[in-house]
């Protein structure tokens, strides 16, 4: 048994049994606001979360090699810090070694991902960061706020977890609570690194197996990440308002009508709910635009035709 393991093991002890509480997608507090292109502002904290809670994992198999793709984030870790080198080590052996990444690592691992994602500019951002905690013990426990609990504002994922999207203490918040996915929550093992840290050894950690919230864990440990950034993002038009424009951007350009055809036809397919459908459209839509640039259509317009394709196609999740 791991270090985890043990420090939720003494956790469900003291609760008894473990009752799950699956939250259903859609039941969000109205904090969240789904910010499209994998993004969700909580209005209240005034941050901006990305909705895959499991981040890492998904960058690393859509990588399709994530032994490299570990190496990348420590070659741009290099100095990152004083006193500790940054090593393949750091990530789960599995995340290194089999390909088959399962999105666990240490604390130093978790900084240089999410120093990874800032010299990336993940989503067009570069202040991504680790959840932060009370840097205090009264931080610990389960923070819902009764009797001698720590109330939500002890952490920003306590906040996320009790007070947006309604986790009971004692209860698992479910793997796609709310505007989330991937949320790792099915275990004694489920628990996420925050950036705050009781130096020089611990940092703190939350669990939305159970709701609860610890300190007592190596900076060499393992366990998930979650990333947040501070303020909101800019929330695009509908879907159906973005095609709607982009018709009328391509409605007597280029050869015919084959654009504007490709546009109605991706409209058809979003309005009959068929995504798949819908990015194949766009995907040749973009295909034709850059075969035509600067034959039929002009320079200038061909940048803005694809990059109104491409925020279409993220704000639907076309991979």
């Known amino acids: 048994m791991n270090a985890i393991s043990k420090w939720m093991m003494v956790v469900a002890l003291l609760l008894g049994p473990v009752v799950a509480l ?6 969000v507090n109205a904090a969240l606001v789904n910010a499209s292109n994998g993004l969700i502002n909580d209005t209240t904290q005034n941050l901006t979360w990305v909705s895959d809670a499991n981040l890492f994992q998904t960058q690393a198999i859509q990588s399709g090699d994530a032994t490299a793709f570990v190496n990348t984030i420590v070659s741009d870790a290099s100095g ?3 006193g500790y080198v940054v090593t393949a080590g750091d990530f789960s052996i599995s995340n290194v070694l089999t390909n088959n990444p399962n999105g666990v690592m240490d604390w130093w691992a978790a900084q240089a991902w999410v120093h990874y994602l800032n010299v990336t500019n993940f989503k067009g951002y570069s202040n991504w960061r680790l959840p932060t905690t009370v840097q205090s013990l009264s931080s610990i426990g389960f923070p819902d706020g009764i009797g001698s609990d720590p109330g939500p504002s002890s952490s920003e994922m306590a906040h996320l977890f009790y007070t947006d999207l309604g986790q009971v203490a004692g209860s698992s918040v ?5 505007l989330f996915i ?3 929550a099915s275990s004694s093992n489920s628990a996420y690194w925050s950036g705050t840290t009781l130096e020089p050894y611990n940092a703190f950690l939350f669990s939305p197996w159970n709701g609860y919230q610890g300190n007592s864990f190596s900076l060499n440990g393992i366990a998930y990440a979650m990333v947040v950034r501070d303020g909101q993002v800019p929330i695009p038009p509908p879907v159906s308002q973005q095609l709607a424009a982009l018709l009328k951007e391509v409605t007597g350009v280029g050869p015919g009508k084959s654009l504007a055809n490709k546009v109605e036809l991706a409209q058809t397919y979003y309005a009959a709910k068929d995504v798949q459908a819908t990015c194949a459209m766009l995907t040749a839509f973009v295909n034709e635009v850059e075969a035509q640039a600067g034959k039929k ?3 200038t317009l061909d940048a ?3 990059a109104d394709a491409n925020a279409i196609e993220d ?3 076309c991979q």
Do not use: D, H, R
Request: neutral net charge; charged residues 10%.
């Open 304 to 306: 803005k035709l694809i």
């Open 182 to 184: 991937n949320v790792q």
């Open 315 to 317: 704000a639907i999740g």
């Open 174 to 178: 479910g793997s796609n609570p709310g």
């Open 297 to 299: 259509i002009g320079n």
């Open 80 to 82: 990152l810090f004083t």
């Open 22 to 27: 699956v939250v259903a997608p859609g039941e």
